[in-house]
Nanobody, 124 residues
């Protein structure tokens, strides 16, 4: 059974950092593309980034480029979303998705499972 479990959300001041984790079971993360999405209150869900398995490249939405990075810990079958220089516009529920059929730019398509979501609130 495919399963993704997230952790690491919380409240942070503008300019601060947070790291989200996405632990997988039922499949091996580094064999597949993985994506992150977010949904802010009253807004549609949007793609944040997608890490491709075919070329091991990560594609970022312009809104997070240079501030967010993703890494994998294959031993733990976990990916980490490091978020720096956070601003109130980053406030949202963040969810990882995978395994993706493919990355179309920074958007994961065909994710077989979703994490439960992690609330990130950026506020002073």
């Amino acid at each position: 059974q495919l399963r993704l479990v997230e952790s690491g959300g919380g409240l942070v001041q503008p300019g601060g950092s947070l790291r989200l984790s996405c632990a997988a079971s039922g499949f091996t993360l580094d064999h597949y593309a993985i994506g992150w999405f977010r949904q802010a209150p009253g807004k549609e869900r949007e793609g944040v980034l997608c890490i491709s398995s075919s070329d091991n490249r990560t594609y970022y939405a312009d809104s997070v480029k240079g501030r967010f990075t993703i890494s994998r810990d294959n031993a733990k079958n976990t990916v980490y979303l490091q978020m720096n220089s956070l601003n109130p516009g980053d406030t949202a529920v963040y969810r990882c998705a995978g395994p993706c059929r493919y990355c179309s730019g920074y958007v994961c398509y065909g994710g077989g499972s979703w994490g439960q979501g992690a609330q990130v609130t950026v506020s002073s």
